[in-house]
Structure formats: C-alpha cells, structure tokens
C-alpha cells in the first residue's frame, strides 16, 4: 500500500502519512490538495455570518507546541498533548507524530542521532481566507477548532474554503519555511523572508529611548545618553527615538483629578510635526528643531541611522479628530470591538481605555497620505526610518472597513509604498503586530518585534521574554527578522540577556539610561567599529526543546540554535524557577516546584542540536567537532552524534561555538572558533582556506581562537609575523588582534 504525505479524511479521521492525526472529524469539513504534499483544510455551515467555529476532530495524546496570542499584541508559546490544552486564538500548531523514543537516559549521550528517528511532524496552520482571519483553539472534551471571523458584521459567509493549511514533514524548520513558502505563491498577501530587502542598521549595535526616559525623551538627554556611551568607548551606530517626540492631546486628563489607569492610552496625534520639547530655545540660548539635532548627533556621535517611533494609526488613541493640521486625512472617532478571542485569553488596560474613549482613525483612502506626510518631512529632517508601533488595534476597527484583513492589508500596503518612498532602505521595524492579519500581510516589511517588551523592573519576566522571542522565531522568522528587543547592559539579567541577543540573528541594542552601563558586557556584543556579530537565521529552540516547557516544567533547559558563515552556536539558557507563563497553573504546588528548581538543571549540547550542518561543514571534514563554551572556556572535540554536558543555575547561561574539524594533511586537523571573548565567537570566523597553510579572514579585534591537533611553526596577520598561544591539553591555538580595521588576514604555517 502506498502511503501518500497529503492528508486526507477517512473513516472520520484525518490522517498524515498514514498516521491519524484527528478523530471524529464532522461531514462538513473539506480537503483540497494545496502544493507539494500540503493541503487546505475548510469546512461548510448551513448559516451565513461573520464568525463561525467549526469543529475540526479531536487531538489526544499528541505532543504538540503552539504559538497563540495571549494579550492582542502578542504571542507566546504553549507545550501540551491534548486539544484541551491549546488556547484560543492559536495561530501555529506543531504536532510530533511517530513512535516514542525508547532510549532510557544512560543511552543519550551513544545515541543522540536515534532520538529523532521514526518521527514526522505536522503543522497546522491557520491562515488568511480572503476577508476572513482563521485561529485555532481546544474544548474540555479535546476537540479541536477553528474560528473563522470577519471582524464586520455586514461580511458574512457559510463556507471556509482555506481556511486552515496542513503540511508534514521530517524535520520541523525545513517544514515551517516550506510551509510559509507555499503559502506565500498561494495566497500572494504577503512575501517570504528571503525575497525582502533587510534594513541595514540590523548589523549595528543601537540605542532606543524608552526606557531611559519614556515619554520624558528631550534632546538633551538624548545627547547625554550618547555622550555616556562615547566616554565609555562603544558608540550605538543606529539610534531610535521612541514614544515622546510628538504633538499630542488627551482630552480626558484632567488637572487636579485622579489619574485614571491607562488613560495615557486615550491620548490622540495633533500634528505629524514634532513637539515643542524638540523646538524652539536649548538652555544655552541657540534655537533648535528635530532637524537640527539629528545633524548634531550624527555629526557629534558617529550614527549611521535615526529612527522615530509612531503607531500604525498616528498614536495610541488615533488622531485628534478636530485638530486643523490633520483633518485633510479624514480622522473619524471609532470605538474598536475586541472579538470573544481577544476576551477570552488576557485583557490589556489599553484596549479597555480606546473601547471606552475610542480612536481616531484615518480614512483607509487618505493613510498613505498621512503615511507619506509624515515621513516625508521625517526624512527631510534627517530620518532614517520608522518603527512602528500598535498594529495589531487595526483587528478591533474592521467593522464598516470591509472587516479586520481588509483594513489591515490596506493600511500596510500604504505603509510599504512610504517606507519605499522615503527611506533609502527597507528602514521599517514594525511592533506589536503578531495577530495573522500583521504577518500575513507583510509585503515588504522585513523586521518585527518577538515579544512583550523587556520589563526590567519584573524580575519573573526575564526568562519568559527569552522563551518567547525563541519560539514565536520558529513563525516570525519565516516572514521578518525577528527583534528580540532591547534590554539593559546594567541589570542583573544582561548577561542572560546579551547573551540571547548574541545569538538570535537579531539587532542587538539596549535603553540604558544615560551614565547606567556595563562596558563589560556590551563589549562582548559590540566590535571597536560598532558593528555587531550578528548569526545567520533566526534563533529557534533545538528540535528536541521544541516540545517541552523551558520555564515551567522545572528539569528542561532551553537550548537555542543558529549558524554563522563557518561555525554553529548553541545558547544554553536554564529559564526554569523565576517566573510563570500566563494562563498556565503549575502542575506541582509552590513549594514542590521551588525545591524542584533551587538546584542547578543539566543538559546536554551536540553538534546536531545545530540545524543545517552541512551547510558549514564543506569538504575536508572529518566527521567530528569543536566546542568551545564561552563561558567556562572550556574546549572539546566529540564526533557529530555525540554530546557534552553542561549545568547551569537559574538564570544562567552558556554558549557553544560548534566547529567541523577539517584535515590540513593528515597530521593536523583544524577548527576555527572566532573571538572567544565574544558572546557569538563564531560569528567573526568570515572565510577559513586549507591549501599549504591555513589563511583566515576574520572579523573585529580581541583574542581569537582555534583548535588545532598540533602546535604551529608561525602565525602572520596582515603579512606581519605575530606571537600566539597554544595549549597542548585541549589544543586552543589563540592570537590577539589589534583594533585597527574591521577585517584581518590571519595566516597559520606548520
């Protein structure tokens, strides 16, 4: 009998690869083949309306991780094994099918490889459907379903065609970008990852105002904060300027009077100008303006980019809709309607002020205007790009706009043509935009914000802010670059936190407040030039994290994975003990769980926890690796299948720079391993040629390192003889590199 990857419904079963998936699956639910074994699944209602949930079959005993939105702007990862477990508004789903592993744990250091045989895995995903968004959630009895909403009560239908897409595959990664990319040719809303233009200031090490000064951000401080990091020695290259910068109104705060929670949220654009904090006289007499001072500090300081913040829909509160300056673009004051999803899991004060206060909302025929406007004379002043912020408020004002897609897909087109127009790069960072609506129409943008922001005064959201960004990565990461967001350099969690951006081939900046950082830390981020050593992909959980719970089951360490030119990394983050995900209770008491968690958690790395090895190990391979754990220092050499171990205590953190070995001749064996006084050594590693000798080209300056089997005769960087290092116990060859230039020729004889 043939086994077809297609799933197909039978015997009231849906079944992938010969393997049932869902049992009970009702008449009315439909399969049409989508590309390459995938497949579309919809279903049929006897009645029209613009919100239907329909029964998909029940999922028992299945480990599956999904990604939902917890609060309107967000998603964070769930780990479960029944449909019972899967939250509303869930908008990835990953099931692990196949047999269970029967290694007992003597056997998992022999046999890493084994642990992943006889598996497949399926991804359901729920997508756009025309005017109609698709989530999917669980029911006490395990059934598992799929909303089908408009978002406007006057757009109806009784039949989603395809509304949910199903595909399999052997390895999980391949399977999600697969899966995107098919989808991206069918749908043609939105465009993969690989076909868009990156923002350049990615690769820069930054400064965001938020946290240091939040809505207070003047241009003195923003010239103080610089100044801090120039008297330091590390000077961010790309700087945005967040919330604070401009003309605003909030009607509804009033002197004298309590303040109302949230009300700040209620507060409305009255110009596309900036305020009076940036004009008119500095405290020395001379006039000033937004112009001026972003020539000031791009002269002064050494930025290569600027980057202003405003929402998708001008402000929080939208547009002031009496204000003289912006009635060209039709503001309307609207009252957003949160759909039973958004209720259902975790309300935000903002949404329940703008319900309450309304929006003022730009006329969908007159915002590229307002768009063009704006970053037009933003540009003219100097700007060099946007971030964007408060998207996802767009799902709540569909009604009377052709519903959520329609409104959305409109304002992010207008948004795509300005950027383009204005900007000379791609130079968009688009925030709080995780609903499918956002992602499944990103034409264009090419970068976007992972998670919640980064709270430095909730100490139990530190581990939870590294999960999620690692697993909301395994989607994002399909359509933008994920920006795990900044974080503080002088905090108690920078090391834990530098260490992940290091890794997530993500733009890596900070919102120190001016004077409050840790030089130590950001030089392990940031090279003398500025630049950073950013991975390759996007950091995702390794495939044998991908279904366990990192932060709550109280034994897992979460391992995240990238690759670099030359090398692989693995971060080893333990995120159990110091904090709780939303919407989940522990499974064991307190008291059980903190005596569970006091002790430190061991684990294990192997070069297979790298993804994609072949795409670094090339030709003279000898099958085996180098590890090099940047913070204990240690160096070792194991074959591809086998592992090393590492523990670590709540809230630490190691990471592993993965090699091939490869032969020079048969007497010496060689792996270059980066600057190892660097979070991500490998990603200085550029280029590594065996001929004669060995000649590398590499990246920054410090203390680099390699394993070599034996000791070299002589070392040249840039043609001039160099003294080294060597260790014959574990073999690390080392070389300091001066600061002059980005780039250096190394060259090693034996």
């Not at 070299?712 to 070389?735: H, M, Q, R």
Request: glycine letters at 8%; hydrophobic letters at 35%.
């Amino acid at each position: 009998m043939t086994i077809t990857a297609l799933p197909v419904i039978k015997n009231g079963c849906l079944t992938v690869r010969g393997k049932v998936v869902l049992t009970g699956v009702p008449e009315n639910i439909s399969v049409s083949p989508a590309n390459a074994g995938s497949a579309f699944v919809g279903a049929s209602s006897t009645a029209s309306s613009s919100r239907h949930v329909f029964n998909l079959g029940v999922l028992k005993d299945c480990k599956f991780m999904c990604l939902f939105i917890a609060k309107i702007w967000w998603m964070i990862p769930r780990i479960g094994k029944s449909g019972s477990e899967i939250p509303m508004e869930t908008q990835m789903l990953l099931l692990e099918v196949g047999e269970e592993s029967v290694l007992s744990a003597s056997d998992e250091e022999t046999s890493f490889e084994a642990a992943n045989e006889n598996k497949f895995y399926v991804l359901i995903l729920p997508v756009l459907d025309g005017a109609f968004r698709t989530t999917l959630q669980g029911t006490p009895s395990n059934d598992l379903q799929f909303c089908y909403e408009s978002g406007d009560p006057e757009i109806q239908t009784s039949e989603a065609l395809e509304g949910v897409f199903v595909n399999s595959g052997d390895n999980p990664f391949e399977l999600i970008k697969d899966s995107i990319k098919i989808l991206a040719k069918h749908k043609g809303t939105f465009s993969h990852l690989e076909t868009k233009k990156t923002p350049a200031h990615l690769d820069w090490f930054g400064w965001c105002t938020w946290d240091a000064f939040y809505t207070e951000v003047t241009p003195n401080g923003i010239k103080e904060g610089l100044q801090s990091f120039k008297d330091g020695g590390i000077s961010p290259k790309f700087l945005i300027i967040d919330d604070g910068w401009q003309e605003t109104e909030n009607e509804y705060r009033k002197e004298g009077e309590p303040e109302i929670e949230g009300i700040q949220c209620a507060t409305r654009l009255t110009d596309i100008k900036e305020n009076s904090k940036f004009k008119g006289e500095e405290s020395d007499g001379s006039t000033t303006n937004l112009k001026e001072l972003i020539h000031h500090i791009k002269e002064n300081y050494g930025l290569k980019y600027v980057y202003m913040w405003h929402a998708l829909v001008g402000y929080w509160g939208g547009l002031l809709t009496s204000s003289e300056p912006l009635k060209k673009y039709n503001p309307k004051l609207v009252y957003p309607v949160q759909s039973p999803g958004n209720i259902g899991n975790i309300r935000d004060i903002a949404m329940d002020i703008v319900e309450k206060y309304g929006v003022g909302i730009i006329d969908p025929e007159k915002i590229f205007d307002f768009y063009n406007d704006m970053h037009s004379y933003l540009a003219d002043s100097g700007v060099d790009g946007v971030k964007v912020d408060v998207q996802n408020i767009l799902e709540t004002l569909g009604s009377g706009y052709g519903g959520r897609v329609s409104i959305t897909k409109k304002y992010h087109e207008a948004l795509d043509e300005s950027i383009e127009q204005n900007f000379k790069d791609n130079n968009l960072i688009c925030c709080m935009c995780h609903n499918s609506d956002s992602i499944f129409s990103s034409k264009n943008s090419a970068t976007a914000r992972a998670s919640e922001d980064f709270m430095p005064n909730e100490p139990t959201f530190q581990t939870l802010h590294i999960a999620s960004v690692s697993f909301n990565s395994l989607l994002l990461g399909e359509v933008v670059v994920p920006d795990w967001d900044m974080f503080h350099s002088n905090h108690s969690t920078a090391e834990f936190h530098g260490a992940a951006r290091a890794l997530g081939g993500c733009p890596v900046y900070v919102s120190d407040k001016p004077g409050k950082h840790d030089f130590k830390i950001l030089r392990k981020l940031v090279l003398p030039d500025g630049s950073v050593l950013r991975a390759r992909y996007s950091g995702r959980p390794t495939r044998d994290c991908l279904f366990v719970d990192p932060v709550m089951d109280g034994k897992s360490l979460l391992k995240i994975w990238n690759l670099n030119k030359l090398t692989g990394v693995v971060g080893v983050f333990n995120c159990q003990g110091a904090g709780t995900w939303p919407m989940k209770q522990p499974l064991e008491s307190t008291e059980n769980s903190a005596k569970m968690t006091a002790t430190s958690i061991t684990g294990r790395v192997s070069p297979l926890d790298v993804e994609f090895l072949d795409e670094i190990t090339g030709e003279k391979c000898t099958g085996d690796f180098a590890i090099y754990a940047f913070n204990s220092g240690s160096l070792s050499t194991v074959a591809k299948n086998k592992t090393v171990e590492v523990s670590l205590d709540v809230l630490q953190c190691e990471i592993f720079t993965v090699s091939p070995i490869k032969e020079l001749n048969e007497n010496v064996k060689f792996a270059p391993i980066g600057l190892i006084n660097m979070y991500n050594s490998g990603g200085a590693v550029v280029e590594c040629i065996y001929n004669d000798t060995i000649t590398i080209k590499a990246k920054g300056a410090g203390l680099f390192g390699a394993y070599s089997s034996v000791k070299p005769i002589s070392c040249k960087v840039d043609d001039k003889n160099e003294d080294f290092t060597y260790s014959s116990e574990n073999g690390l060859w080392a070389i300091n590199l001066q600061t002059e230039g980005s780039f250096k020729d190394i060259e090693i004889v034996y």
